[in-house]
């Protein structure tokens, strides 16, 4: 639905449409892979390459028990449209296993991995396709994904996967690069509205990699986070939440709820709070018909990818809430990932500071470039960066024509 408004909007031809809909190319594969106790099970995994128009495919890995071919063409493209905002050179992809990383052991894990890795050997590589961690995998997992593929080029190619371990290639910043992304882009929508850090409430949902990194950083950049919603709860204090504490007090007690120095609230409510910016950084589809009418944010920046329905796009702009899309708010990761990769590449590494300010860069030109592509085309800002990147896709399948 937001491709074909987009597409619409810029008056894309019917054949370009077919193009941008279609992944390039899916591969599943059937994983057979001894387990712990001697048992023999087949897992399903799949690589789906949506576009390699604009450079090599870009995009994670994630193990989990509901991973489909459908989710990781969707997935995939979210990809493709995402490097694209962020103008960095690569396509998108997105790959899975369907499994179930909590009861399986390292030892499975690592099995799995490998043989996922061997069986799709041909189609990723630095020039490409570049996988990264996303659902249930990390840096472990893209270090045995990097193994696996240099064992059988015979040589070391770090530049196979990012997101690795930094003594494997992986790159300062990349850890903490979607959320510090975040921070990026709220500090920019702060701008436009003349608002200052200090006087700005934030909610964040999620106290995860995306929206705990988010929230610290905030916090360290003057912001007041009010509150932070986790799956069973929410934790409040109008003055500030100290997060450093509340995610050690997480540790300590498997929850966000009982933390002295807040009250505990239903976690629904919470999205509800008056705040100045919310920032859903967990699930899909949290925000929907049934809630949106009734934020009460003025910003809205999407650390998940799809946190937002069609239905509450609509809602929320005619309630004015000012939206930081997912694919102009989270792409700090792969932005870091393609800094990896051009490490890697060169063999050369950069200190994080480096890391940092080349990701400010990237954050604030992606963004400005949104908002004025919004201002020209009288468009909201998901439907501009949806135009943006349909435009920049686009026009490389164009000036590339087609092989035949
Ligand atoms: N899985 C992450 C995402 O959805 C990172 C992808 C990457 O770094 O290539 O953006």
Known sequence: MRFDEAAERLGLDDGIRKVLRSPAMEVTVNIPVVLDDGRVEVFTGYRVQHSIARGPAKGGIR????????????????????????????????????????????????????????????????????????????????????????????????????????????????????????????????????????????????????????????QGAGFKIIGIIEYDGAVLNQNGLDVTALARHRTETGSILGFSEGEDADRDEAFLMPCDVLVPAARENVITSANAGRIQAKILCEGANGPTTSAADAILAENRVFVIPDILANTGGVTVSYFEWVQDRQGYFWNEKLVNTRLEEIMIESFEDVISYAAKHHVHNRTAAYMLALDRVASAIKLRGLYA
């Open 63 to 218: 193990f989990a028990p509901d991973v489909s071919l459908d989710e990781m063409r969707a997935l995939a493209s979210w990809m493709t449209w995402k490097c694209a905002v962020a103008n960095i050179p690569f396509g998108g992809a997105k790959g899975g296993v369907i499994c179930d990383p909590a009861i399986l052991s390292d030892g499975e894990l690592e099995r799995i991995t490998r043989r996922y890795t061997a069986e799709i050997l041909d189609f990723i590589g630095p020039e490409r396709d570049v996988p990264a961690p996303d659902v249930s995998t990390n840096e472990q997992t893209m270090a045995w994904i990097m193994d696996t593929y240099s064992m059988h080029k015979r040589h070391t190619v770090t530049a196979v996967v990012t997101g690795k371990p930094l003594t494997l290639g992986g790159s300062r910043g990349r850890r903490e690069a979607t959320g510090r992304g975040c921070l990026f882009v709220a500090l920019q929508a702060l701008k436009k509205f003349g608002m200052k850090p200090e006087e700005t409430r934030v909610i964040v949902q999620g106290l995860g990699n995306v929206g705990g990194t988010a929230a610290r950083l905030m």
